[in-house]
């Protein structure tokens, strides 16, 4: 989890309850739903952070303005809790890595290796017609999403729509959200806008990691690259 001051517990649950203008007995039924995820005292009182309230005001803003049902809201807050989860991955990511770099001051034969591959998912390969086949729907419907901002096909140098696997994969979430949940459109829109800033910030911090990876590997070779003689005279100053 994310280690800024943002996710550290602190507000007793009728504090909570207060700051948020909700039942105590709501905090209770959302943490059930797993909505929201409250810290623990060592006694065991739970306790809740500034990231805590705002889910919770994020969960009013949904229910009360968009009428959104248990169901989207619980998709939104699990997408919401996934890119908290992916920042602290992050942030212990770029540790190790500062770790790394660390031992490799000792170690400079040892050089990472960095990954440039793109996500094969992400390809736009499927004109409309052939994407709508595929996840059972109108070409029309396809339209109307992408003008919803809840799909975003690429392109071809025509101007062809062109779907990836990743856009094929949004689009069946949508299919199951409005079938099988029962979610309104203002509650896909929310549950999309998060998965495309999911997508955005994985893509993010993995060029992130990556472009930090590649300067260690250029460091790592100017060092090892430096003539011996430099190195015994810096020693002879430094003695």
Known sequence: MPSDAKNRPVYVISVA??????HPQTLRLYE???????????????????????????????????GVNLAGVEEVMRLQHELDDMQGEFEAEIERIEGELREQ????????????????RDRPVYVISIAAELVDMHPQT?????????????????????????????????????????????????????????????????????????????????WRTLPQGEEAGDGAEQD
Request: aromatic share 2%.
């Open 17 to 22: 309850a207060e700051l948020v203008d909700m």
């Open 32 to 66: 059930r739903k797993g909505l929201i995820r409250p810290g623990r005292s060592s006694g065991k009182t739970r306790l809740y952070s500034e990231r805590d309230i705002e889910h919770l005001r994020e969960i009013r803003r949904l229910t009360q303005e968009l």
């Open 105 to 120: 001051a000792q170690r400079p034969e040892a050089l990472p290796a960095p990954d440039g591959r793109l996500d094969p």
């Open 142 to 222: 396809l339209r109307l999403y992408e003008r919803k901002q809840l799909i975003r096909p690429g392109r071809s140098s025509g101007k062809t729509r062109l779907y990836s696997e990743r856009d094929i994969e949004h689009l069946r979430e949508i299919r199951r959200l409005t079938q099988e949940l029962g979610v309104n459109l203002a509650g896909v829109e929310e549950i999309m806008r998060l998965r495309h800033q999911l997508d955005a910030t994985r893509l993010g911090l993995e060029s992130n990691v990556r472009r930090i990876q590649e300067d260690i590997t250029e460091r790592m070779t100017k």
